[in-house]
């Protein structure tokens, strides 16, 4: 069985898929599932639910929940369910299930040390992998409690992350032209992340497109001005200087700025 978090919600038994309609249950198991072989506590789940305002018998409740979930989960030739009740709360456990979540994690560590080592190629495969697993925010963007917002952020940011690591290490292998076009969309999906900028002029200028470096960087500097107030940071602000005066080391797919 194969959970997925990283998008809408969903369960994959084979080529059975299931889904849950019900919100509250659909929580439940979203903070099971990101704390999973770890008790979430009957506190915690009732915060998530229903934040300050818990009905007077929130307990009840919870208990009702955790019910369903273990009918939604159920197989007939797995007689235990993965969901076990502690004095403290509830832990679900994954034993042998895939948990998309934790593929995209692992693949971005191992992303990470590729590129740290400055092995781009391992560095690529890690990546692609990992975003392969993201079908959308965690749990479709559900709004619930402490858990499920601050770990969707966090995961977001981790994303984001491996994109840039991924743009980077395809500078470093020289494939420059075939990033230009994933670059763009990524500087208007995410206009105040000064990194995509800075790796897409890099892209166009490696392309024999100075002009349109240089205009990426008029786009940016106006769009920060504007939205904040500010100037770009002195890493694009360097990199327009070098395109400006055609620098020999931005040619060099190894001395990036």
């Known amino acids: 069985m194969r959970y997925e978090v990283l998008g809408p ?18 929580i439940v198991m979203t903070v099971l599932l990101v704390r999973s072989d770890q008790v979430v506590t009957l506190e915690q789940l009732m915060a998530e639910i229903w934040g300050d305002q818990l009905p ?46 934790h593929i995209f994690l692992q693949s971005v560590e191992e992303g990470r040390g590729h590129f740290r080592d400055q092995r781009y190629e391992q560095a690529v495969a890690c990546l692609d992998q990992a975003l392969a697993q993201w079908r959308g925010p965690l749990a479709g963007d559900l709004r619930a409690g402490r858990i499920i917002d601050g770990f969707a952020a966090w995961l977001a940011e981790t994303r984001l992350e491996c994109l840039e690591m991924l743009m980077e290490s395809q500078l470093h292998m020289g494939r420059h032209r075939e990033i230009v076009g994933r670059l763009y969309s990524l500087t208007l999906e995410h206009p105040l992340r000064e990194a995509f900028y800075r790796q897409l002029m890099l892209a166009l200028y490696r392309s024999e497109r100075q002009a349109d470096a240089l205009r990426v960087y008029q786009g940016a500097r106006a769009m920060l001005n504007e939205e904040l107030g ?15 005066v055609a620098d020999p080391q931005l040619d060099d797919h190894v001395a990036l700025i």
Not at 11 to 24: N, R, Y
Not at 74 to 99: A, F, H, I, Q, W
């Open 9 to 26: 919600l969903r369960v994959l038994d084979g080529d059975q898929v299931s889904t849950i309609s019900a919100p509250k249950i659909e």
């Open 230 to 244: 500010l100037e770009p940071c002195r890493g694009l602000q360097a990199l327009n200087r070098a395109i400006l």
């Open 56 to 101: 007077r018998r929130a307990t009840a409740g919870v208990h009702v929940y955790i019910s369903q979930l273990r009918k939604f989960l159920s197989r007939p030739e797995r007689p235990d369910s993965p969901v076990v009740t502690r004095p403290s709360g509830y832990l679900l456990r994954k034993g042998s299930d895939e948990l998309d979540l």
